[in-house]
């Protein structure tokens, strides 16, 4: 499975930016999602995941309210949706996917991973 992130971008805190996972390879709606990111000097961590056919979303306690994770598996494409983004929020994204777990929000699941893309929060 390959997997393409882009939407990456210069955004000001309060404003909005839309993150896309495109996947091709294999079938998209057998594998979980999750987007993950890293900010300069700090670990990995999890972000907003989804399952299978999009029925069941989790979220980081850092985000949750202001972004939204979803998905169109006719495109194979994942989303996340940042609203009201604040600079810390500032990472390189990355989206990821599990062929073994539906929704998963530990990098031990993941399976295959995407290129980031880099998301910078000016305030």
């Known amino acids: 499975v390959q997997l393409q992130a882009s939407g990456g971008g210069l955004v000001q805190a309060g404003g909005s930016l839309r993150l896309s996972c495109a996947a091709s390879g294999r079938s998209f709606s057998s594998l979980g999602v999750s987007w993950f990111r890293q900010a300069l000097g700090k670990e990995r961590e999890f972000v907003a995941g989804i399952s299978w056919k999009g029925g069941s979303t989790y979220y980081s306690d850092s985000v949750r309210g202001r972004f939204t994770i979803s998905r169109d598996n006719a495109k194979n494409t994942v989303y996340l949706q940042m609203d009201s983004p604040k600079p810390e929020d500032t990472a390189v994204y990355y989206c990821?996917?599990?062929?073994?777990?539906?929704?998963?929000?530990?990098?031990?699941?993941?399976?295959?991973w995407g290129q980031g893309t880099l998301v910078t929060v000016s305030s």
């Open positions: 990821a996917a599990s062929q073994r777990y539906g929704l998963f929000y530990a990098s031990t699941y993941v399976d295959f």
